[in-house]
DNA sequence: CTGCAAATTTAGGCGAACCTAATATCAAGG
DNA sequence: CCTTGATATTAGGTTCGCCTAAATTTGCAG
């Protein structure tokens, strides 16, 4: 049975922690104080303490000094505020104008807002899409998410022709610049030249040649179409 | 010049404060600490304390024992968490396929959580609408409202053809039952009976003859199109 | 293996927003 | 005019979620 506890009973602050412990441990692995210290511009003790509350509500698995992982419950949770967070701002960017690099902070207030019916309204408006407009994968109602397998632009290797399948968080500057090189998901691009240790990449997309730093190459993540 | 203490620093509880006594003072009549109180559902001491608070902020006057009014800047702030609800209440019904009897609760969580850009999108989505799905006047983002005169169906004559333009405020089983009668705003209707003392008013609408008691005729706000 | 620096937790406090119980004020009727 | 019941406020307490400062634990380096 669904041992859910009152799925609506937790608090803002508790949907936070838990959406930023899951982002913290990809497999499993735990995530520390200070990370989510962090991630959520708290201090560690505060972290500290709201981790004994989150464990003792079962939402989480603390190993003191250690780390903490998410319970199979807390993962629930928490794949629903991802669920919520990703189809807002699917839904602000078709049906409201928002653009990409803007849409996250609205969508950060809005996902502890918004009732599941809505959620499963905006949903079902956008043809229930399986990735937001960061290409990021939207996790299903009933809580399972498949991460599309895909590589850094900086792993490709000199004449791959791959698409843009997903673009990893970043602050809206980034964002923004990515947009003007067109450098979203869907684009196709070829690498042209690569220069080694951490060098820049050099790409042709859209029949424009860019050259794309390390830092950026790392964030666009890509699944290969043609090999040379 | 604008004295708006970052609007954005006010809580939700602050804002649904400002809202009820909005709500409670139509002509700047002052609302008492048991009217808040059983409006918000609070104990009246949690009122006196938060009165306190409001009234320290300048949001509003308060007369110890007497009762309570908005400052021109707590009515400022009311107004513009008017201006979201009823916004939301219509982008959800027009957008969204949410009937007016569910819309409620849905935009009482949704008004502190969207930002003023969104709300201005969503009017932008609407075409800016003057009034919501009951009929309630949109105040302007600028702050002003205006009531459109009209009569509660009980107070017509008999022979009176009105158009229905605003349903007061009630529960979803009252806004269902009436939108099962095909009441709502825009609906016309007209007065074949009225009993005295209270009674109910026969009327018809769409072909269809109701007869309607005393409390749905009070709540039925007309504007009168054609008299006998 | 010892000691030190970094990470973490515990201790103690604060403000927001609520509550109940006790007190104060008001206004209305005898 | 005074009592009394209703209404309002003050007093005192709780939980949530944060903070800083003070311990504690850990793990690495010499």
């Not at 040649?209 to 190459?217: I, S």
């Amino acid at each position: 049975m669904n041992t859910t506890l009152a799925a609506d009973s937790l608090t803002r602050s508790v949907e936070d922690y838990l959406k930023a412990i899951y982002r913290l441990s990809p497999e499993g692995r735990p995530a520390s104080t200070s990370e989510i210290a962090h991630l959520l511009e708290l201090s560690p003790p505060s972290v500290s303490g709201m981790v004994k509350r989150l464990s003792e509500l079962g939402l989480l698995e603390h190993l003191p000094y250690k780390g903490v992982q998410l319970t199979a419950e807390g993962r629930r949770a928490a794949l629903r505020m991802v669920r919520r967070h990703r189809l807002i701002e699917a839904y602000l960017v078709e049906f409201l104008g928002y653009s990409w690099d803007t849409v996250h902070q609205e969508a950060e207030r809005l996902e502890h807002a918004v009732s599941d019916t809505l959620v499963e309204r905006m949903a079902a408006a956008l043809g229930n899409p399986s990735a937001d407009p960061h290409g990021d994968p939207i996790p299903t109602a009933d809580g399972s998410v498949q991460e599309p397998a895909s590589t850094p632009l900086a792993g490709l290797d000199v004449g791959d022709t791959a698409a843009i399948v997903r673009v990893a968080e970043g602050d809206s500057e980034r964002l923004r610049y990515l947009a003007t090189l067109g450098l979203r998901p869907g684009a196709i691009v070829t690498v042209l030249d690569r220069q080694p240790f951490g060098g820049p990449v050099t790409i042709e997309t859209r029949g424009e040649v860019q050259v794309v730093g390390q830092a950026l190459a790392q964030v666009l993540l890509c699944a290969v179409r043609a090999a040379r």
